[in-house]
């Protein structure tokens, strides 16, 4: 599948497989598309690229609202509106529009589509339902229940087996009967609202773009996980072999190279839903509809839930007619926003950055503060989250930690762990040193990115970069704003100490700050 496209869930890393998962010898074949009459449906025709609710009778039909863009060139033969039409789709309130996109590519780039409200939406509203007999999940993929469960518990990632039969359908060309949907999602190819792929896909240097940000380690981290899943498509292949005799193909990694498997898994990354409150072969789904249709937004509450046999959105605001619908992403970060969707969002609550502290493992004392921190709530190695507006909270939860770190007497060791409770001395001296060392692990983060925050708002101001760098410059910026901040914080505290503090020497054995 040489790219799927758009937007939740994380990369699952595949483990040893220890059991042969057999499945039924003739699983279930989906239906070739096959058009119904379109009188009993209430939904505008394709070319006209809306996916309209409209009256029973036709005297009563409104008209379709002009779309955001013209119709493409390939509207008229891109059967995505008709393939959700004919497969028996209920009518709804919304329109599916098209936006333009930056020219990344020379101008080859189409438009991409969208849902929005097609009438006034008020909260509560059903927006739209969708059957399952139009949602791709790993019991529909597998045929079977307990297979599908079997291949989660044995950490065969749900990502890597939808996209590997998404890839496979697409080797059946205009045969499958996902050809619409794969189509459709071909267009996007793993592009999030912002029209930006997943750092995934970014060249060596876009990567460069993340210099100082923890995220361009996780994107190695996660473009590694990605292939170890690769490398376990063969067992997949062989312990699920009826599944895929209906395809006359290579087993996996010799059909598809990797940089294509990743495509395809980023793709479905991209635009993956969480469903609740179903059973474990139901929860990851791929919905026509939902992303990367549907917009994503922290601070949204409207979710695609499933409700018997279909799944459906129900609006959590008013809209009107022609706006973007949007739905709730989870409680992510930006840095998560950017990876799996490449998008970042400026209100985002749940945004935060992490300080990770560790004890020293050399210190002869090691375990005794290890069980204290414990007693505390706290590990041998704990992150503390630094979230927007709570920096002086942050500092004043790692002060206690830090303080193990600069206790060197056994005396004074023992004396805290016959006391309950958080009980390191303070004194202003040794309060001078731990603040200075976080005040200096603070500053040497914010040096590791290789523009100022001064800079990256001059150029977010100038309105000329190029979408990846945009959104690149956007989450380094979010992140050092926190920072920053953090180190205003670490600072006031130290204001507040007696005059002429001075801190003393290191600690030998002082916790680690990355």
Same mark, same amino acid.
Not at 15 to 44: E, I, K, Q, T, V
Not at 447 to 454: I, M, N, R, S
């Given at each position: 599948m040489?790219?799927?496209?758009?937007?939740?869930?994380?990369?699952?890393?595949?483990?040893?497989?220890?059991?042969?998962?057999?499945?039924?010898?003739?699983?279930?074949?989906f239906?070739?598309?096959?058009?119904?009459?379109?009188?009993?449906?209430?939904?505008a025709?394709?070319h006209?690229d809306?996916?309209?609710?409209?009256?029973?009778?036709?005297?009563?039909?409104?008209?379709?609202?002009?779309?955001?863009?013209?119709?493409s060139?390939?509207?008229?033969t891109d059967?995505?509106?008709?393939w959700l039409?004919a497969?028996?789709?209920?009518?709804?309130k919304?329109?599916?529009?098209?936006?333009?996109?930056?020219?990344?590519r020379?101008?080859?780039?189409?438009?991409l589509?969208?849902?929005?409200?097609?009438?006034?939406?008020?909260?509560?509203?059903?927006?739209?339902?969708?059957?399952?007999s139009?949602?791709?999940?790993?019991?529909?993929?597998?045929?079977?229940?307990?297979?599908?469960?079997? $291949?989660?518990?044995?950490?065969?990632?749900e990502?890597?087996?939808?996209? &590997?039969?998404?890839?496979?359908?697409?080797?059946?060309?205009?045969?499958?009967?996902?050809y619409?949907?794969?189509?459709?999602?071909?267009?996007?190819?793993?592009?999030?609202?912002?029209?930006?792929?997943?750092?995934?896909?970014?060249?060596?240097?876009?990567?460069?773009? $993340?210099n100082?940000?923890p995220?361009?380690?996780?994107?190695?981290?996660?473009d590694?996980?990605?292939?170890?899943?690769?490398?376990?498509?063969d067992?997949l292949?062989?312990?699920?072999?009826?599944l895929?005799?209906?395809y006359?193909?290579?087993?996996?990694?010799?059909?598809?190279?990797? +940089?294509?498997?990743?495509?395809?898994?980023?793709a479905v990354?991209?635009?993956?839903?969480?469903l609740q409150?179903?059973?474990?072969?139901?929860?990851?789904?791929?919905?026509?509809?939902?992303?990367?249709?549907?917009?994503?937004?922290?601070?949204?509450?409207?979710?695609?839930?499933?409700?018997?046999?279909?799944?459906?959105?129900?609006?959590?605001?008013?809209?009107?007619?022609?706006?973007?619908?949007?739905?709730?992403?989870?409680?992510?970060?930006?840095?998560?926003?950017?990876?799996?969707?490449?998008?970042?969002?400026?209100d985002n609550?749940f945004?935060?950055?992490?300080? +990770?502290?560790?004890?020293?493992?050399?210190?002869?004392?090691?375990?005794?503060?290890?069980?204290?921190?414990?007693?505390?709530? *706290?590990?041998?190695?704990?992150?503390?989250?630094?979230?927007?507006?709570?920096?002086?909270?942050?500092?004043?939860?790692?002060?206690?930690?830090?303080?193990?770190?600069?206790?060197?007497?056994?005396?004074?060791?023992?004396?805290i762990?016959?006391?309950?409770?958080?009980?390191?001395p303070?004194?202003?001296?040794t309060?001078?040193?731990? &603040?200075?060392?976080?005040?200096?692990?603070?500053?040497?983060? $914010?040096a590791g990115?290789?523009?100022?925050?001064?800079?990256?708002?001059?150029?977010?101001?100038?309105?000329?970069?190029?979408?990846?760098?945009?959104?690149?410059t956007?989450?380094?910026? $979010?992140? *050092?704003?926190?920072?920053?901040?953090?180190?205003?914080?670490?600072?006031?505290?130290?204001?507040?100490?007696?005059?002429?503090?001075?801190?003393?020497?290191?600690?030998p054995?002082?916790?680690?700050?990355k």
């Amino acid at each position: 599948m040489a790219s799927v496209s758009p937007a939740a869930a994380a990369a699952a890393v595949s483990g040893p497989h220890h059991s042969r998962l057999l499945l039924p010898s003739s699983p279930r074949r989906f239906p070739r598309y096959r058009p119904r009459p379109r009188a009993r449906l209430r939904l505008a025709a394709c070319h006209a690229d809306t996916l309209l609710s409209s009256s029973s009778s036709p005297s009563e039909a409104r008209a379709p609202p002009a779309p955001a863009v013209g119709p493409s060139a390939e509207s008229a033969t891109d059967c995505f509106v008709d393939w959700l039409r004919a497969s028996g789709l209920p009518g709804g309130k919304v329109d599916i529009r098209e936006r333009p996109v930056p020219c990344l590519r020379e101008g080859k780039d189409l438009p991409l589509r969208y849902v929005a409200a097609g009438d006034d939406l008020q909260a509560g509203d059903v927006a739209f339902e969708v059957p399952m007999s139009l949602v791709v999940t790993l019991e529909r993929v597998l045929g079977d229940e307990s297979v599908a469960e079997l $291949l989660t518990n044995n950490k065969l990632s749900e990502l890597a087996c939808l996209a &590997l039969y998404l890839m496979y359908e697409k080797k059946q060309g205009k045969d499958s009967f996902w050809y619409p949907y794969i189509k459709e999602l071909d267009r996007h190819r793993g592009r999030g609202q912002l029209a930006v792929e997943s750092p995934l896909l970014w060249t060596e240097s876009e990567l460069d773009y $993340l210099n100082g940000s923890p995220l361009k380690d996780e994107v190695i981290a996660r473009d590694e996980a990605i292939r170890r899943e690769y490398n376990e498509l063969d067992m997949l292949w062989f312990m699920a072999g009826s599944l895929f005799q209906q395809y006359p193909f290579d087993i996996p990694t010799e059909a598809f190279p990797f +940089e294509i498997f990743k495509q395809a898994f980023v793709a479905v990354q991209s635009c993956v839903v969480h469903l609740q409150k179903v059973s474990l072969a139901r929860r990851f789904a791929l919905v026509p509809l939902g992303p990367p249709l549907l917009a994503y937004k922290s601070n949204c509450k409207a979710m695609l839930t499933a409700d018997g046999n279909s799944v459906r959105l129900v609006v959590d605001r008013p809209y009107k007619a022609g706006e973007p619908v949007i739905v709730w992403c989870g409680p992510q970060t930006n840095s998560r926003l950017v990876l799996n969707y490449g998008f970042v969002d400026e209100d985002n609550p749940f945004d935060r950055i992490s300080i +990770e502290a560790s004890l020293n493992t050399e210190d002869p004392q090691y375990q005794e503060k290890r069980m204290v921190a414990q007693r505390n709530g *706290k590990l041998a190695i704990q992150n503390f989250n630094l979230f927007v507006g709570k920096e002086k909270q942050t500092v004043a939860e790692m002060l206690p930690y830090l303080r193990l770190g600069y206790i060197s007497d056994p005396d004074e060791m023992q004396f805290i762990l016959s006391s309950e409770g958080d009980t390191c001395p303070v004194s202003p001296c040794t309060e001078r040193a731990v &603040l200075d060392q976080l005040v200096g692990y603070l500053e040497l983060r $914010l040096a590791g990115y290789p523009t100022t925050l001064d800079q990256d708002e001059a150029m977010l101001a100038d309105g000329s970069l190029e979408p990846k760098k945009e959104v690149a410059t956007r989450l380094v910026r $979010l992140e *050092k704003k926190m920072l920053h901040a953090c180190l205003q914080a670490a600072n006031e505290f130290i204001n507040d100490l007696p005059d002429h503090t001075v801190s003393p020497c290191p600690a030998p054995y002082a916790p680690e700050l990355k």
